[in-house]
């Protein structure tokens, strides 16, 4: 059952089109994410859904509910803003309990829920604490917290985590994802952290100048990109320009790129492969390493020949060296070509 | 947030109707001033108050005092006002709670800031009881009567007074976080102290500086209370002058009171409004907005 | 000039600052309690309680005067607060036609000789009934205390914006609600400051309560002045006093009230 659904939504701010025609539909239960870059509108689409922002065109279906003509204190929404917002002149419990609070709930049962929200997220005690006294982790368990405490339909964070450090990221993503599992409160998130998104999602939605480019599960994003763009942004992506003809690829680069058997019909087309895929040889070869990056367990190999820079990864323990010269073997079947 | 394209104005109605009248009140007695008065059956427009005013050599006289009297008032308060601020802010003092007192004048009315003057600088005032204690003059008459005299001395020290303590109460604070927080950046740079007070921190400054400098010299040129407790009988400061002009029993003798005052509303207006175009000229400029 | 003597000037020049500031209020406050003073003497020569006599006896209507103006400018400072709030929202949050103008002209009263405008509304006001009317006073002071208000307001509203209202309402609160649990108690200590300076700018006022209120709404900065330019310095001493006193009770009673009620702590810490 869809629990949010956005049909054809346009939304323009100051002049501008930020949301070009979104079809988006969440199930109930699930935890999705909103991945782009900056300016590719994933906010917008958020405060849209919560009523903050009014489109121009398209609706906005909630639980079923058309909720266009909706107030946002209305729509069963609540969004967790990267900023926290906690409120300074109230306590944590106080925080904690507004949601609740202005819908008129008896102030027993609020007390009861905030003990019990506060215990969920690890900070038992806490609720007469102030917000300032708090720590920057703590604070965005409240956030976190408060949110969930408001009992909405849908959860909307918006890129909540960007400012922790990594320590700190990892802690509230493993939270959120056992909250969800608790709770199973549909769950939409907002991110630019492709890890992120591959991490904590059922499905993610990829966003690029207002339109949504692929909405599929973190595996097949990630290993059948729909784009180039798409491909792109879970991180730098070799593109290998060639030809199909009968049933063999041929890449337009010298003969130093093996060819391959497929069953592509015959045309040009873009080879994508990640770094991963492109294993190192490590005998005298044509490819001439350019610059090595150290990245922990692994290296980052950049390598040219003839004009074609591509970037390859190796572990960390194979012994190389800039200025030399090595093969390469492409992992044709993880590759994804696309038709030009 | 999307409010309704009405809201604002519903929000802004208040103010807009108060501050009509406002603006209906100045209208007004530059209407009349132009000899336009209904209730004294004066109703063709006519330049002939002002020729009469301005051809006057009492009433342009008061006009010059005005000019001199706020002149000074803000040129002394806004030197002294920031030699003030910069020694609080170098020497840290600043930041003591005794500081506060610095501002207390500015809570005091100038009403009561005439009487404090007289009480000091009269001449049976402390001032001269001391000077005479010390032998510096031999008498009540050995001291200068500075309260009511041509050079308006008294009332320009009633006035520095309170206005003193308005200017620190503006460009300090201001002055104390540039200081701290540009200035740590100039030193890293290379900077002495002085160099960055002349180079960064005042120019940064003033627009504030510049900002009560506007203040306190419309208000010394336009204010009734002061002038009037302690000027001199000859000329008056306009204010005075006007309202002499304006309690006169002929109402038909009331345009000469309104010449007088559109001629303090056209001139402060102007003051205003070139300073409020230089001031968002310079902020662009530099890149800072101070809105 | 070794760093230390520099340092030593400044703050010899903030000290006699201090001095330039108390040493007038010292004096007023001795003269209050002057019996005869006479020349070339540096204190007086015999105290006495005159002056109190006359401003507690009862005959003056000084006390009167006092808790009237009292009630006149605490009426224009909460009007003027409910006046400037929504304007200052507004033109900080909304966009609308006319908002630097609309800056522009609410700052003119602070410009504008008071004096000017004083005596170019009077025929109006003479003409619709404000004229010697409580209310016509109300509403001048209104119009001279609205360039603190707004401002004030305006800074207050600028350094937290409209976040926190976002989030309340994202949280479930109508308008309505944002506004009382919200903006209120946010905006608190701005609108504290605001009525100390409206009040303060409405109990000073002399001329222009002279002209509107005609001799119908006597204040106290009214009552006094006269007592002022007449040379009976113990009496005009008292006088001043008793007006600072109240000011000065007035702030202090309105800083605990907030202080006793709210526990805001650094307000625009949110971030």
Not at chain 3, 11 to 35: E, N, Q
């Amino acid at each position: 059952m869809d629990n949010l659904l956005l049909s054809n939504l346009h939304v323009s701010l100051g002049g501008n089109k930020i949301l070009m025609g979104i079809n988006f539909k969440v199930r109930k239960g699930e935890i999705v994410s909103l991945l782009g870059p900056s300016g590719c509108g994933k906010s917008t689409l958020l405060k849209t859904t919560a009523g903050l922002i009014e489109p121009s065109q398209g609706e906005v279906y909630i639980g079923g509910r058309l909720v266009n003509r909706l107030a946002p204190e209305e729509r069963g929404t609540v969004i967790v803003f990267q900023d926290l917002r906690l409120f300074p002149h109230m306590n944590v419990g106080e925080n904690i309990g507004f949601g609740l609070r202005m819908k008129g709930v008896n102030k027993e049962i609020i007390r009861k829920n905030v003990i019990s929200i506060l215990e969920k997220v690890g900070l038992a005690g806490c609720d007469k604490s102030k917000v300032y006294e708090l720590s920057g982790g703590q604070q965005q368990r409240v956030a976190l917290a408060r949110a969930l405490a408001a009992e909405p339909e849908v959860l909307l964070l918006d890129e909540p985590f960007s400012s922790l450090d990594e320590n700190l990221r990892q802690k509230m993503r493993e939270l959120v994802i056992k909250l969800h599992r608790e709770l199973n409160l549909t769950t939409i998130l907002v991110t630019h952290d492709q890890e992120e998104a591959l991490l904590m999602s059922d499905r993610i939605a990829i966003m690029l100048n207002g339109q949504i480019l692929q909405y599929d599960t973190p595996k097949s994003v990630y290993e059948n990109p729909a784009t180039p763009e798409v491909a792109n942004y879970f991180g730098e992506m070799n593109y290998i320009e060639g030809f199909v003809e009968v049933g063999h690829f041929q890449s337009f680069h010298n003969s130093s790129i093996d060819g391959y058997k497929t069953s592509l019909k015959a045309g040009k087309y873009s080879l994508m492969l990640k770094p991963s895929q492109i294993k190192l040889v490590k005998e005298p070869g044509v490819w001439l390493i350019k610059a090595i990056s150290y990245l922990g367990d692994k290296y980052n190999i950049r390598i040219t020949n003839n004009g074609l820079d591509l970037v390859i990864v190796t572990a960390s323990n194979t012994d190389v060296h800039i200025g030399e010269l090595v093969n390469i073997k492409l992992d044709y079947p993880k590759g994804v070509f696309y038709k030009k | 947030m999307s409010y309704s394209r009405f809201k604002p104005y519903l929000m802004i109605l208040p103010v807009v109707l108060v501050m009509a009248i406002f603006i209906i009140g100045l209208i007004n007695g530059v209407l009349q001033s132009f000899g336009i008065i209904p209730a004294a059956g004066l109703t063709k427009l006519t330049l002939s108050y002002y020729q009469e005013v301005l051809n006057n050599g009492d009433l342009t006289a008061s006009l010059w005092l005005s000019v001199y009297i706020s002149l000074a008032t803000s040129v002394i308060a806004v030197v002294i006002g920031v030699l003030v601020s910069v020694a609080a802010t170098t020497s840290g003092l600043v930041k003591s709670k005794f500081f506060q007192i610095l501002k207390i004048p500015v809570i005091v009315p100038h009403t009561v800031s005439a009487l404090l003057m007289l009480n000091l600088f009269s001449q049976s005032g402390i001032v001269a009881r001391m000077a005479y204690r010390m032998h510096l003059i031999r008498g009540q008459e050995g001291f200068i009567s500075i309260m009511f005299d041509k050079n308006s001395i008294g009332i320009i020290l009633a006035y520095l007074w309170k206005e003193i303590p308005f200017v620190i109460m503006i460009v300090v604070t201001i002055m104390a976080n540039i200081n701290s927080s540009f200035g740590e950046a100039a030193v890293n740079l290379g900077a002495s102290k002085g160099k960055v007070f002349k180079h960064i921190t005042l120019p940064l400054c003033l627009p504030s500086i510049t900002t009560s400098f506007i203040i306190i010299f419309a208000y010394s040129f336009g204010a009734y209370e002061i002038p009037y407790l302690l000027g001199a009988t000859d000329p008056k400061a306009l204010p005075v002058q006007a309202y002499v002009e304006f309690v006169y029993p002929d109402i038909a003798h009331r345009p000469f009171a309104m010449v007088l005052n559109s001629l303090m509303i056209i001139f402060t207006v102007a003051i205003a409004y070139i300073y409020y175009k230089i001031l968002s000229k310079n902020l662009v400029k530099s890149g800072m907005s101070n809105d | 000039m070794t760093r230390k003597n520099n340092n030593f000037i400044m703050r010899a020049v903030v000290y006699v600052g201090y001095f330039m500031a108390l040493f007038p209020l010292l004096v007023l406050i001795i003269w209050s309690f002057t019996g005869i003073w006479p020349w070339p003497q540096l204190l007086p020569e015999t105290f006495s309680l005159r002056a109190l006599d006359e401003l507690f006896g009862g005959y003056s209507g000084a006390i009167k005067a006092l808790i009237s103006s009292g009630l006149i400018s605490a009426v224009v400072a909460l009007l003027s607060i409910v006046v400037s709030l929504p304007a200052a929202r507004a033109i900080v949050l909304c966009d609308f036609l006319g908002r630097d103008l609309l800056k522009f002209i609410v700052l003119m009263p602070v410009i504008v000789p008071a004096t000017a405008f004083a005596m170019g509304i009077d025929v109006l006001f003479m003409k619709i009934g404000l004229s010697d009317t409580v209310l016509g006073v109300i509403l001048v002071h209104i119009i001279l205390c609205l360039p603190y208000t707004v401002r004030i307001m305006t800074e207050v509203t600028e350094a937290t914006g409209d976040k926190l209202e976002v989030q309340a309402r994202v949280l479930g609160a109508s308008p309505l609600k944002v506004f009382t649990n919200i903006t209120l108690p946010i905006a608190l200590p701005g609108i504290i400051s605001s009525v100390c300076m409206a009040f303060i700018v409405s109990f000073s006022q002399y001329f222009i309560t002279l002209l509107i209120g005609g001799g119908t709404v006597v204040t106290y900065a009214m009552f006094m002045f006269p007592y002022i330019q007449s040379g009976d310095r113990t009496i005009a001493s008292a006088y001043s006093v008793l007006f600072l006193l109240s000011t000065l009770i007035v702030f202090v009673f309105l800083d605990r009230t907030v202080k006793k009620y709210y526990d805001i702590g650094d307000v625009f810490y949110f971030n």
